[in-house]
């Protein structure tokens, strides 16, 4: 286990999973997708919980799943 996974290793890990592209899950979380793929690429590396709220309903999880 890492010490530190970031957010968009999650979100990447999640998508990946379910067989999505990030313009697929970006349109479900209704986000631009330039801002997803520097979430998952963690160029942004705290998004806000309102980013992440959408992210996660996107991928059909709740947010603890994405930030604990």
Excluded: F, W
Aim: no cysteine; hydrophobic share 35%.
């Amino acid at each position: 286990m890492k010490s530190q996974e970031h957010i968009g290793d999650k979100v990447k890990k999640e998508r990946v999973n379910q067989g999505l592209t990030q313009d697929a899950l970006a349109r479900k979380s209704e986000l631009p997708y330039t801002t997803l793929t520097k979430i998952e690429s963690n160029v942004i590396k705290k998004p806000t919980i309102q980013t992440v709220a959408k992210i996660a309903n996107g991928l059909g999880i709740k947010i603890d799943e994405l930030i604990k």
